[in-house]
């Protein structure tokens, strides 16, 4: 399940300037601006070993951390990655998570490795993300510390969104179509500059897949408030003040009113920003842990190393791939 280490700078290489080319309708998780957000605001959690070696390419993490929702336009098998349906394996009201192994080899061997890429892989992958940084720690090697930290940055973001643990994942099972953007780009691109993102020091995670998967518990607990506030407050707004036009680049697109906007997060209480703070102590503390298990090495010495220019030529060489790509692998599923 996944790319092996020597692969990871072709895989993480695609897609660098394809975001103007996204169809519209395919809005990433936690949005462009939302991903970015975390991924940066991580760098602010790492102790003093790190920090300074991420404040230096914080850019890059930044700018990178949308590369997976871009790969889904190049690479089969990159969607499953981002999500997991949960409730899919909540046959005859048993609680799935008793029901689907957390070890990848058990699931495996229960449902087969198609059916867990069907319903989505999140969890395990952001474990196999793990690995891959500890070896690029311990390999000193900046391009993959770097391609590989953004990558995890945001399979864990995405882990903490509610929508991304469901088959109902944007609301066409219940007639609410559209919420998937609503939570994860809109609320954020309005709210986030007022978040207080102080969410304290990285802390070493002893044991990955679990707090991966503790992730996604969090996430499916919040799925029906989710839908459920958004469709009783749709019933009391009328059309006119739940939605807007709005300029996007290309035209004016019909997108949720402020108003609507800022009542719906007011009734989830602030779920939108814990989840984001929840994400970005994560990330910080994934980076951190995957430093620990490489044996602490002395970042001082990759401080004054640039990316290289064979991965700017990877993700020059890519990007055509990826802007001539118009349908994204894998089901609908938009991020």
């Known amino acids: 399940m996944g790319k092996p280490i020597h692969r990871v700078l072709i895989i993480v290489a695609i897609g660098v300037m394809v975001w103007p080319f996204l169809p519209n309708d395919e809005a990433q998780a936690w949005g462009f601006y939302g991903h970015k957000r975390i991924n940066r605001m991580a760098c602010f959690t790492l102790p003093p ?21 871009r790969r889904r336009y190049a690479v089969v098998g990159e969607a499953p990655r981002h999500y997991i349906d949960i409730d899919h394996y909540a046959h005859d009201g ?12 058990d699931a495996v061997a229960k449902f087969s490795e198609d059916t867990l890429n069907a319903y989505g892989i999140v969890p395990w992958h952001i474990r196999l993300m793990h690995a891959r940084l500890v070896e690029a720690f311990q390999r000193g090697d900046v391009d993959r510390i770097l391609s ?10 995405d882990a903490h969104v509610p929508l991304h643990t469901t088959e109902n994942y944007n609301g066409q099972l219940t007639g609410q179509h559209g919420i998937h953007a609503f939570w994860e780009s809109r609320i954020p691109e309005l709210s986030a500059e007022s978040y207080d993102h102080f969410t304290g020091r990285a802390r070493y995670i002893d044991d990955p897949l679990t707090a991966a998967w503790e992730a996604v518990i969090a996430s499916h607990a919040a799925v029906d408030s989710v839908l459920d506030i958004e469709k009783r407050l749709s019933q009391e707004w009328p059309d006119d003040r739940r939605y807007t036009f709005e300029d996007r680049g290309q035209g004016a697109a ?7 906007t800022a009542a719906y997060e007011a009734e989830m209480g602030g779920m939108v920003e814990r989840r984001m703070n929840q994400s970005i ?15 602490q090495p002395d970042m001082k010495l990759l401080e004054t190393k640039e990316v290289s220019d064979s991965l700017k030529r990877v993700f020059a060489a890519e990007d055509e791939q990826i802007r001539m790509a118009r349908q994204a692998f894998g089901r609908d599923h938009p991020e």
């Open 49 to 69: 070993e790190l920090f300074p070696f991420f404040k230096k390419h914080i850019d890059f993490v930044s700018d990178h951390a949308v590369d997976p929702d």
């Open 94 to 105: 048993a609680d799935p998570f008793t029901v689907v192994p957390r070890k990848w080899a």
């Open 148 to 157: 590989n930290a953004a990558d995890m940055g945001h399979y864990i973001a």
């Open 281 to 295: 102590i994560m990330v910080g503390s994934f980076w951190y842990s995957a430093w620990i298990e490489a044996g």
């Open 254 to 260: 019909r997108t949720y009113s402020r108003e609507f």
